[in-house]
């Protein structure tokens, strides 16, 4: 869903006396502060927050105002350009306007854009596109005309796509629309050829843009009062380079389709646009956010004052004209699904928790192509079909296949990185050919494992066993316990054979130092436990104890302290916390060795006794295993090895404890089923109806 908040007001009738009422409303480096530029002579720096100016400056009288006042968020000055061609560069401490800093150029300005992270961008009349930094090293230098005479500028904006600005600037001459795209870094230009209705030529647009993938989506606000969306791709290897472009319906009767004046629209995010004018025919003007997903109204406001037809979006907050003061609405949009488009979206995620997809968009596989029934449809089919052409300077997943196939671990880690940075959540079988190319050069080239690589594509938290069946057979040849432990952790369908496969390599595996790792933990692990207060102090002294056949015994096994290393706990916890079925997993745990199964049973018990003693202690691993998994396992592996750990000199003490403690928790449970029989009897007895008003005695015998 969407909504509106409560309004406020950032000036009132100081601004907005010039012929075309505001220039601009431009974010400044300070987030909560604007630049607002009025059409005749003045600039205003807001602080929106306290809704008060904090600076004003104003060109001499005679001179206009020509272009919006912008900042230049690498040096947090402020770049204005009056009388067309005189431009004008100030900061806070700054007075007056005619003693900073001036340099006249050789063109006329269109206006000026700054965005973030790169250097503001000079766009010229004639369609010559500049850098600030090489403009003020020559001002005076020639500026090429790029656009043909009678062409004019109608609309412009920029963008950085991957680290390159864009820029895009909309034309008209004699009724006909032109878009030019000009990637500053590469210096390529393409122009398109907008088609529109015959009808519209002479109606003054509306557009608004955002970047969508390899696309410029461009939405204009048409005559007949929808929305319609242009398709415009970034690169373009089109010889001719005045491509053809045609519109989709995007959203249907958003304004009257009489309105002339006071009409705007902007992008909010990928699903949601925010439109200025009249719903109906002599009806006020309002401001409405719409879905354009599900094509739904998601809220209103009414604007009895009227506005100019100017509509502004800054953070979370939209600017506009409201009669004659300049008025601040915040909204909120919250992600687009069915539910919040029906208003029906009543689960919030909270915070902190990753918004992880539960399903494959199998509409996005190569090779399948719905028939278009929609806006959204057919503006998913046209993208498809334009990005065979297309050459993104940022490799897409095809581009990435081939570096794979060829390129050095080094040099494929650092393009993966690029490509998960740019990518969108709904890319699971992209993650899975990529892992597949990968796995695949692992099988033809024996030194190659891109250990880095393959964990970065695993933390996506996309992928499964299904998805990428050699992961694990790769992870267990390079005897790769941690990424074992890193699938075991995120992969809900691992066979049983895999996981037994994993537990044998956990239980082989030698890590080093883990007998002095062992000793330092003991204190640790210890803590909150004593022996000597529990039901099994037996135990523990008959365990201390050096039977006769004790020189024999390779392996000595004290109850209190942890018969693995912390790590190696780590891996085990994983392999318990792992699905599995029963049939399946038996007889793949016959083929663990028994001194394998020897060492995991006693740290089960290790284990069973610290769960059932409730102790105090923080058990290795990312999530502690519980009683009921840490049983499960045990009657496991006795089910399965039965036999040969009994042949075991070894473990002959710990299954003399094991059956000592089933012993107790038979004759626990044994005496909680009495107690659970009687007061069944009890309640069974306050239920006779019969007995009410009678007095009686009766002796119940618990034990």
């Known amino acids: 869903m969407a909504s509106l908040e409560e309004e406020f007001t950032l000036s009132t009738g100081v601004l907005g006396s010039g012929p075309e009422g505001f220039l601009g409303v431009e974010q400044t480096d300070k987030a909560d502060q604007f630049l607002v530029t009025d059409s005749g002579r003045t600039v205003v720096l807001y602080k929106a927050s306290d809704q008060k100016p904090l600076g004003s400056w104003s060109v001499k009288q005679g001179q206009t105002v020509t272009c919006p006042a912008v900042c230049n968020f690498q040096t947090g000055e402020y770049i204005v350009v009056h009388d067309h061609k005189v431009l004008r560069i100030w900061n806070n401490e700054d007075v007056n306007l005619d003693k900073v800093f001036k340099a006249t150029l050789s063109a006329e300005v269109h206006r000026i854009h700054s965005v973030q992270r790169t250097e ?27 656009i043909p005479d009678e062409e004019v500028i109608k609309w412009s904006e920029f963008f950085m796509v991957f680290k390159q600005p864009v820029l895009i600037f909309i034309t008209e001459k004699h009724g006909n629309y032109f878009a030019y ?137 939209l600017f506009m004209l409201h009669g004659k003061c300049l008025t601040v609405i915040p909204y909120k949009c919250e992600v687009s699904s069915l539910a919040g488009a029906l208003g029906k979206l009543k689960h919030t995620q909270e915070s902190g928790t990753p918004s992880m997809p539960h399903f494959v968009n199998w509409e996005a596989c190569s090779g399948y192509e719905p028939e278009p029934h929609s806006a959204e449809q057919s503006r998913t089919l046209r993208k498809k079909n334009t990005e065979i052409n297309l050459q993104p300077e940022v490799p897409g997943s095809k581009q990435l296949l081939s570096i794979i196939k060829k390129g050095s671990e080094k040099h494929i880690e650092v393009e993966l990185r690029k490509f998960l940075a740019k990518s969108t959540p709904d890319f699971h079988t992209v993650i899975g050919d990529i892992v597949a190319g990968l796995l695949e050069r692992c099988k033809t080239e024996p030194s190659f494992y891109p250990r880095n690589c393959l964990v970065q594509l695993i933390q996506t938290r996309v992928l499964s066993y ?32 895999t996981t037994c496969a994993c537990l044998k390599l956990f239980l082989s595996d030698t890590i080093q130092d883990e007998k002095k790792e062992m000793e330092e933990q003991t204190e640790i692990v210890q803590n909150g436990f004593s022996p000597e207060d529990s039901s099994c102090s037996k135990d523990s002294q008959q365990l201390n104890k050096k039977p006769g056949d004790e020189a024999k015994e390779t392996v000595s096994f004290p109850v209190t302290a942890c018969p693995v290393a912390p790590k190696r706990a780590a891996l085990l916890n994983a392999v318990l916390h792992s699905a599995y079925s029963e049939t399946f997993l038996l007889p793949h745990l016959k083929d663990i060795p028994a001194k394998h199964i020897t060492l995991f049973l006693q740290y089960l018990y290790f284990l069973y006794l610290k769960c059932s003693g409730n102790a105090t202690m923080t058990l290795p691993g990312v999530s502690p295993p ?36 089933v012993k107790s928790q038979i004759s626990v449970y044994s005496e909680l089923n009495k107690i659970e029989v009687s007061f069944r009897e009890l309640q069974k007895l306050s239920q006779d109806k019969s007995s009410r008003g009678l007095y009686s005695i009766e002796v119940l015998q618990l034990f």
């Not at 045990?634 to 403690?661: G, H, Q, S």
Request: glycine share 6%; proline share 5%; net charge negative.
């Open 626 to 661: 519980t009683l009921s998994q840490i049983m499960d396992w045990i009657c496991l592996l006795l089910d399965a090895n039965f036999t040969v750990i009994l042949m075991i000199p070894e473990a002959k003490r710990l299954l003399l404890n094991l059956y000592k403690f």
């Open 120 to 146: 503001p961008l000079v766009l010229f009349r004639r369609g010559a596109v500049r850098g600030l930094e090489a403009l003020l090293t020559e001002p005076q230098q020639n500026i090429e005309a790029v």
């Open 466 to 497: 299904s998805l990428c069946p050699g992961l694990m057979e790769i992870a267990l040849e390079h005897t790769d316990v941690q990424m074992l432990q890193l699938c075991l952790q995120q992969f809900p369908d691992i066979p049983e054979s």
């Open 181 to 317: 795209v000009q990637l500053c870094k590469s210096h390529g230009l393409s122009k398109y050829t907008l088609l529109l209705g015959e009808e519209e030529k002479s109606i003054k647009q509306n557009f608004t843009a955002r970047v969508d993938g390899k696309f410029i989506s461009l939405v204009s606000l048409s005559s007949d009062g929808c929305a319609y969306e242009t398709l415009i791709p970034l690169y373009s290897n089109d010889t001719e380079n005045n491509q053809r472009l045609g519109r989709a319906l995007m959203l249907k009767a958003v304004v009257s389709g009489g309105a002339r004046n006071g009409t705007a629209i902007t992008m909010l995010d990928q699903d949601h646009v925010a439109v200025l004018g009249p719903p109906l025919p002599a009806s006020k003007e309002c401001l409405s956010i719409w879905n354009i997903k599900f094509q739904t109204l998601q809220t209103s406001k009414e604007l009895p004052q009227g506005t100019s037809g100017q509509l502004w979006y800054h953070g979370e907050a």
